[in-house]
């Protein structure tokens, strides 16, 4: 499989040690605008793109694949208030992308075991739930979009909560995100329900980032020839996993 590399952080450099290992290779890489110039009318050689560049640049990019007709698959966060418009012009335009915020499989088993907490939890108005996130201080969004997977989860299985904020929680129908940035820390969110008598807490700490790259390599190889907008469900689904509602 031919890959072109989107972003050459520390992630798009994990995802070329990996790639070359299973047997892929990488013929394009993407890193800043001189890269574009030069090459962006031979972003068509590569059979998909995987893209770990920034909030500001993902837009872009996505569009420059889709003029190029080659399946790309994002794990850039940060640009929420456009997923919508560029699922929808992935079905209109015939094209193809896959999207998650995380493509740890823990993560997204994690994912699972969230939303079942959520639904047991709803009915105990005692404990307050809040959710922690701690990156490296290179991560350029916050809350990450790990976190806000996990409190729009909950907000959907808790009746008495309405939204999320980053900020400190002023009512209860408030679901608090508290982001740190910190050296060397690839991830780590936890889930907390607190009352007055005990603590309830579930964690998902990444060790490393191999993790995530190989789950955008699974990604990748599973896109190639589709067309349409995937996520690490239909992915999960079709490993034999199965991810309830």
């Not at 499989?105 to 907490?117: C, H, P, S």
Request: proline content about 3%.
């Amino acid at each position: 499989m031919k890959i072109a590399l989107l972003g050459y952080g520390k992630m798009g450099q994990e995802i070329e040690k990996l790639a070359l290992k299973r047997g892929h290779e990488i013929v394009l890489v993407f890193n800043n605008l001189e890269d574009w110039e030069n090459d962006e009318n031979r972003l068509s050689d590569a059979d998909v793109a995987i893209d770990f560049s920034t909030p500001v640049s993902i837009i872009e990019n996505i569009y420059h694949c889709f003029d190029a007709d080659i399946p790309m698959v994002v794990g850039t966060t940060g640009w929420l208030d456009d997923l919508d418009k560029v699922h929808q012009d992935c079905i209109k335009r015939n094209q193809c992308l896959f999207f998650a915020p995380n493509f740890s499989i823990g993560v997204n088993l994690f994912f699972d075991l969230n939303r079942y907490l959520a639904s047991l939890m709803s009915k105990w108005e005692d404990y307050a739930v809040s959710i922690e996130e701690t990156h490296h201080i290179y991560k350029q969004d916050a809350p990450s979009g790990t976190a806000i997977i996990l409190a729009n989860d909950i907000i959907r299985h808790t009746e008495r909560k309405e939204k999320w904020v980053q900020e400190t929680v002023e009512n209860p129908e408030e679901l608090g995100i508290k982001s740190y940035r910190t050296d060397n820390v690839p991830g780590t969110h936890i889930v907390r329900y607190e009352s007055e008598e005990d603590c309830i807490e579930i964690i998902h700490t990444a060790k490393n980032r191999r993790g995530f790259a190989m789950g955008a390599l699974m990604a990748a190889e599973w896109v190639v020839g589709k067309k349409g907008f995937f996520d690490m469900k239909n992915l999960l689904e079709s490993q034999i996993f199965t991810t309830p509602e």
